[in-house]
């Protein structure tokens, strides 16, 4: 969390009122990808959350690869 930058905070606080999963999910993939604040804005702007974190976050998406038999 202190590896991202206070504009990057400021950022995420302003886009992501009231729902800490989502601000979570976006302060995590800044430092995955070592994200500029151009470039976190421009994935926040495509409701990236949405598309993809949701699904992460919630439980819904399985890392285990399907089995045959």
């Known amino acids: 969390m202190f590896s991202v930058p206070w504009g990057?905070?400021?950022l995420i606080?302003?886009?992501c009122k009231g729902d800490s999963d989502k601000a979570a999910?976006?302060?995590?993939?800044?430092?995955?990808n070592n994200w500029?604040?151009?470039v976190l804005d421009n994935f926040m702007?495509?409701?990236l959350?949405?598309?993809?974190?949701k699904a992460l976050f919630?439980?819904?998406?399985?890392?285990k690869?399907?089995?045959?038999f």
Do not use: E, N
């Open 8 to 10: 990057h905070h400021k």
């Open 13 to 15: 606080i302003d886009r």
């Open 25 to 32: 999910f976006f302060v995590k993939k800044t430092i995955q």
């Open 36 to 38: 500029s604040r151009a």
């Open 45 to 47: 702007g495509t409701d």
């Open 49 to 53: 959350y949405a598309r993809q974190g």
């Open 58 to 63: 919630c439980g819904h998406h399985s890392s």
């Open 65 to 68: 690869k399907s089995q045959r």
